[in-house]
């Protein structure tokens, strides 16, 4: 695979993009590079896809999104030596033109803010989630007793990614809504404060406070950080300059950590406590039904950016009963199924280019991301996604069959095998992984038997 030239793709994205001027900030995910711009209408969308490296242009809430793949950090850094303001929000929402604050779906808007919140949370959640199956292989192979040094700090490591959950989603929902980042992080670290996290018989100028445990459960941070990006924000606006830097944080909290233990919490758990159970009552009705439902629509799902959004419900499955069995099980099978189509697309490929493409795309697939593959291989050839969604559609129904589930968060997919190892404080055990990776080379040997004999006529 040819090496990318990334002072050129930034130079050229720059310029698609209407220039430096016109881009107020720029920052990345896994796979794509993100721009806000000032003035949508002067981006070329059209030569957007001419640009080496660029697989695509997803435009979601007013955010150009560049596909590149895993190294867009390579590109990021070369985007960031122009005069541009890298990372966080547009803190100037006066500076943008009109034309950026044309209204968008309800669908669009909540996938955006939603995949713009977790998504920047994920590499904690891989780091600290793997961590738990680090702990399994020590004790299980090394003899590493629960009691040493080396366990309890690992085990630290491990519980605190999930307990501390609401101070980084509270960072990243506050600095997602063009608020204050550490307002947000300051909300989730007020709910998990021992005198309010699962704590009884609290009131407020008597009003009974609800007894919720805060560091389980997601959705009461994220409401309490959209009112408190509100009342932030009005503060802001409205407050003589020389009084904001103490008033505007002090008077924000004052109301929202009230409002937030009062009201929004309990909504929050509430919603939270029915979405679960509403998921897991489709999920044990029908397992392989629902598994193989996730695992043949979810290259589908990456293509429009509804992939982000299934993040509340894994993190309430992990909360519930400890493992996801459906949304990120159910999504390993589909992203080795995107590599093993494009490694067969690659093999029937007459153009050079094309072949390198597949290949890239198909490795990277098997890894966990299938951006590359969704937007390169699949969508433009058509025969290499009827062979994906084949592949994870029956190893999705696997999955669901043989009891298949992911421990922790991570990129589903053959390099995360370290996530179906069952933890230690769970018991500890093998025999999910070889199920796991069983279900996985069933899925990617049928999507590439598919999509090559598809391919073979295709081509021709």
């Known amino acids: 695979m040819a090496k990318k030239d990334y002072k050129a793709m930034a130079k050229a994205i720059v310029e698609v993009a209407g220039g430096e001027k016109n881009i107020a900030n720029v920052s990345h995910c896994m796979t794509r590079l993100r721009l806000n711009l000032v003035d949508a209408s002067k981006i ?44 966080g929000s547009v803190e100037d929402a006066e500076a943008l033109k009109e034309d950026t604050q044309e209204k968008h779906g309800i669908l669009d808007t909540v996938f955006s803010f939603i995949g713009g919140t977790f998504s920047p949370v994920i590499p904690v959640l891989v780091a600290g989630g793997l961590t738990g199956a680090v702990l399994t292989l020590l004790t299980t192979f090394a003899g590493v007793s629960s009691d040493s040094g080396v366990y309890m700090v690992f085990y630290a490591l491990n519980q605190a990614t999930f307990y501390f959950l609401p101070v980084f989603i509270g960072f990243s929902c506050a600095n997602r809504l063009k608020s204050n980042g550490y307002l947000g992080a300051f909300l ?3 709910l998990l404060f021992w005198t309010i996290n699962g704590y009884d018989g609290l009131t407020f100028l008597g009003l009974p406070i609800q007894t919720i445990g805060y560091n389980a459960n997601i959705f009461p941070i994220i409401l309490g950080t959209l009112f408190m990006s509100v009342i932030y924000k009005f503060l802001q606006k409205n407050m003589p300059v020389y009084l ?6 002090l008077i924000t909290m004052l109301i929202t ?31 392989a039904g629902a598994t193989a439902i996730i695992g043949a629509f979810t290259c589908w799902m990456v293509f429009f950016g509804m992939n982000n959004a299934t993040y509340p419900i894994v ?74 969604m084949i592949g994870g559609g029956i190893g999705g129904f696997l999955c669901g069959l043989l009891g298949m589930t992911q421990y922790v968060i991570s990129t589903p997919g053959f390099i995360s095998f ?36 598809l391919g073979k006529k295709a081509e021709k």
């Open 244 to 249: 904001r830097t103490i008033f505007v944080p």
């Open 315 to 388: 993190f309430l499955l992990l909360a519930e009963v400890g493992s996801d069995p459906l949304i990120c099980a159910g999504m390993a099978p589909a992203n080795v199924a995107v590599g093993g189509a494009c490694l067969a697309a690659a093999l029937v490929a007459k153009k050079v280019e094309e072949r390198s493409v597949a290949v890239g795309a198909g490795v990277t697939a098997l890894c966990g991301i299938t951006e590359p593959g969704v937007y390169g291989v699949l969508f433009v050839k058509k025969y290499p996604l009827i062979g994906a």
């Open 418 to 453: 370290a996530a179906y190892i069952r933890p230690a404080e769970m018991g500890g055990g093998f025999t999910n992984l070889w199920i796991s990776l069983f279900v996985m080379v069933v899925a990617t040997v049928i999507a590439f038997a598919v999509t090559f004999v």
């Open 44 to 87: 070329d969308s059209t030569k957007v896809k001419e640009i080496p490296g660029v697989l695509n242009l997803v435009v979601q809430g007013g955010e150009h999104q560049f596909v590149i793949g895993q190294d867009v950090p390579s590109l990021y850094e070369e985007v960031i030596k122009y005069d541009i303001k890298a990372g």
């Open 257 to 287: 950590v009230p409002v937030t233990l009062l009201f929004l919490g309990p909504i929050g758990n509430t919603c939270g406590t029915w979405l679960a159970n509403g998921v897991l009552a489709i999920y044990r009705a029908f397992p």
């Open 188 to 190: 989730g670290a007020v």
